[in-house]
């Protein structure tokens, strides 16, 4: 039996009537719709409700499921211990996911922390639910740092373990939308605030899933979202499936975002296995890049197959452009996956004989060696993209203005200490920023006393 139903829900603590103290009238809108949902789920009488959310146990490269046969879990954190839950785990489903991610070689389980305690963004829509309907069993799982289409699949592998136990489920994606609507909000205002929730109340209203893959990183952190991967989970449970879609209430009144819709799922349809589409449209894309990548960035990424594959490291070929042989320089390669840093080491001076010789050494350490990541896997050298950036001279400034973020990368340096910042990336639009980031990767404390630096790229793509 296929997931009945899905439901994208957002979890402000606020509106539990205990919680919020009247404050939580201000989105009585969001009431009203989560009321009907709850209304939805009880005329369903589901066996299994699987939730997945932000607050639950995250890991950058695992998607956690909660283990065990029961947890329990209030709102004391919230100043009203005297609301209540303890949820009866369906271990069969759970352990049909496990069993399925085990044999894809997929990075999900109850492995990590034993958390027996319910979070907010899972209690809050069961506090809904529970007013209409009790008698059923909770799956519980948590995001992950993983790419979005990581999530997609996690959301296909789900509806494949619902099948295969027969369950009659419904998933309810837990996750607020923008945190940065109002300058009175929590964060404050980005302009990339309202931009998001426009974007993903249209695609969700629309059920256009395969559009929620296409949300770049730097701009749903801007936005300060939550949701987004817990929503993308919900699309993959209904990949390849048509889907009648339904806004219930959008409102943004506390400077957060929240949203209600409901999808409900009908027949196959072979248009809408978007993952399928997003693969095949990022191939083409890398093949029209690879086919216009100029030596620099051939050389890098001949460099990493060959590592990856052979646990060989190339010579320096004979196609090799003449200033690469003849000039030396500091030189960083980047390495990208889904639109996610998976891998960047560089040297910001020269310490090969010449820009090729580091551009070999340095291509095997951004694919193997980079501390923050695992070493790239052989099925994964398709998906890659790979800068090559060439620094000019470090040369000493006085102070920040003689900055600029899209011109120049930085050099932060307090005695031994010293952290380096490319120029023009995603996500750093201020010198501040720049500087910040900069100093945090060199080890070096707020209020040390700096040095700065700054140097230009060439950046080949």
């Given at each position: 039996m296929p997931i009945i139903a899905a439901y994208m829900v957002p979890h402000p603590p606020m509106i539990v009537p205990k919680v919020g103290r009247g404050s939580e009238k201000q989105i009585e809108k969001t009431i009203?719709?989560?009321?009907?949902?709850?209304?939805?789920?009880?005329?369903?009488?589901?066996?299994?409700?699987?939730?997945?959310?932000?607050?639950?146990?995250?890991?950058?490269?695992?998607?956690?499921?909660?283990?065990?046969?029961?947890?329990?879990?209030?709102?004391?954190?919230?100043?009203?211990?005297?609301?209540?839950?303890?949820?009866?785990?369906?271990?069969?489903l759970v352990s049909a996911v496990c069993a399925l991610a085990k044999e894809k070689d997929f990075p999900a389980g109850t492995l990590g922390e034993r958390d027996r305690h319910l979070d907010h963004g899972t209690m809050v829509p069961l506090y809904f639910v529970d007013q209409v309907v009790t008698d059923y069993r909770l799956v519980r799982i948590g995001l992950s740092g993983l790419?979005?289409?990581?999530?997609?699949?996690?959301?296909?592998?789900?509806?494949?373990?619902?099948?295969?136990?027969?369950?009659?489920?419904?998933?309810?994606?837990?996750?607020?939308?923008?945190?940065?609507?109002?300058?009175?909000?929590?964060?404050g205002f980005a302009k990339e605030g309202p931009e998001y929730d426009a974007r993903i109340m249209d695609a969700a209203g629309r059920a256009a899933f395969g559009e929620m893959l296409e949300f770049d990183e730097a701009f749903c952190d801007k936005a300060a979202e939550c949701g987004h991967r817990s929503f993308v989970i919900m699309a993959g449970a209904l990949d390849g499936l048509d889907v009648e879609a339904k806004v219930y209430?959008?409102?943004?009144?506390?400077?957060?975002?929240?949203?209600?819709?409901?999808?409900?799922?009908?027949?196959?349809?072979?248009?809408?296995?978007?993952?399928?589409?997003?693969?095949?449209?990022?191939?083409k894309r890398l093949r029209k890049r690879r086919a216009a990548e100029d030596p620099y960035v051939r050389?890098?990424?001949?460099?990493?197959?060959?590592?990856?594959?052979?646990?060989?490291?190339?010579?320096?070929?004979?196609?090799?452009?003449?200033?690469?042989?003849?000039?030396r320089a500091g030189v960083f390669v980047s390495i990208?996956?889904?639109?996610?840093?998976?891998?960047?080491?560089?040297?910001?001076?020269?310490?090969?004989?010449?820009?090729?010789?580091?551009?070999i050494s340095n291509a095997v350490s951004a694919s193997t060696r980079d501390p923050r990541f695992d070493a790239v896997r052989?099925?994964?050298?398709?998906?890659?993209?790979?800068?090559?950036?060439?620094?000019?001279?470090?040369?000493?400034?006085?102070?920040?203005?003689?900055?600029?973020?899209?011109?120049?990368?930085?050099?932060?340096?307090?005695?031994s200490k010293?952290?380096?910042?490319?120029?023009?990336?995603?996500?750093?639009?201020?010198v501040e920023e720049q500087i910040d980031i900069a100093r945090r990767k060199g080890g070096i404390r707020e209020g040390e006393r700096i040095a700065l630096e700054r140097f230009e790229v060439v950046r080949h793509v």
């Open positions: 009203a719709a989560y009321r009907a949902v709850a209304a939805e789920i009880a005329e369903i009488r589901p066996e299994t409700i699987i939730v997945t959310s932000p607050h639950a146990v995250m890991y950058a490269d695992y998607f956690h499921i909660s283990p065990g046969e029961h947890a329990s879990g209030d709102f004391g954190s919230f100043r009203a211990p005297g609301v209540k839950f303890r949820k009866e785990y369906d271990t069969e790419p979005l289409p990581d999530h997609y699949a996690f959301g296909q592998m789900i509806r494949k373990a619902v099948e295969q136990t027969g369950r009659k489920a419904v998933l309810i994606a837990s996750g607020d939308l923008s945190h940065k609507l109002q300058e009175y909000g929590p964060y209430s959008h409102e943004d009144v506390t400077g957060v975002g929240y949203g209600i819709c409901s999808f409900h799922p009908g027949g196959e349809n072979p248009e809408r296995r978007f993952l399928l589409k997003y693969r095949e449209a990022q191939a050389l890098a990424r001949e460099t990493v197959e060959s590592w990856v594959l052979e646990r060989k490291t190339p010579e320096v070929p004979e196609w090799a452009a003449e200033e690469m042989k003849r000039d990208h996956e889904d639109g996610r840093l998976r891998g960047c080491i560089g040297t910001f001076l020269p310490t090969r004989e010449n820009i090729a010789r580091e551009i052989p099925d994964e050298l398709d998906k890659l993209e790979i800068n090559v950036d060439v620094l000019s001279a470090p040369e000493k400034i006085s102070g920040p203005e003689e900055l600029d973020v899209k011109r120049y990368g930085v050099i932060v340096s307090s005695g010293r952290g380096l910042l490319l120029p023009d990336l995603d996500g750093v639009d201020t």
